[in-house]
Nanobody, 123 residues
Framework: QVQLVESGGGLVQAGGSLRLSCAAS??????MGWFRQAPGKEREFVAA????????YFADFVKGRFTISRDNAKNTVYLQMNSLKPEDTAVYHC??????????????????WGQGTQVTVSS
């Protein structure tokens, strides 16, 4: 079992920044990912990071604006979001994979999910 608790969401103006945190407990994960889901839209991949190597993956629409990092001592993964846009408004979920997925950008690759944190970007 893995427990994931997200925090750091909120309301921010366009161009602003937020940092999301995902605290993990339980079994050790191989990959941690962030996904988001806006109202009426499907869940989409945002970013992922491998615990051991720190290798990072990003969706094209966040490259240059978002970054993902980890703190092994705290078992916490962060999503730093800069230059936020209204279209970034969504519930952001972190997810954990206990295996080594071939496709980190697919939701099916992950075994555990957090409840999500709301990010709202006003124009």
């Amino acid at each position: 079992q893995v427990q994931l608790v997200e925090s750091g969401g909120g309301l921010v103006q366009a161009g602003g920044s937020l940092r999301l945190s995902c605290a993990a407990s339980g079994r050790t994960s191989v990959v941690m990912g962030w996904f988001r889901q806006a109202p009426g839209k499907e869940r989409e991949f945002v970013a992922a990071i491998r615990w051991s190597s720190g290798l990072r993956y990003f969706a094209d629409f966040v490259k240059g604006r978002f970054t993902i990092s980890r703190d092994n001592a705290k078992n916490t993964v962060y999503l730093q979001m800069n230059s936020l846009k209204p279209e970034d408004t969504a519930v952001y979920h972190c997810a954990a994979s206990l295996t080594t997925p071939l496709m980190v950008a697919t939701a099916d690759a992950y075994d555990y999910w957090g409840q999500g944190t709301q990010v709202t970007v006003s124009s």
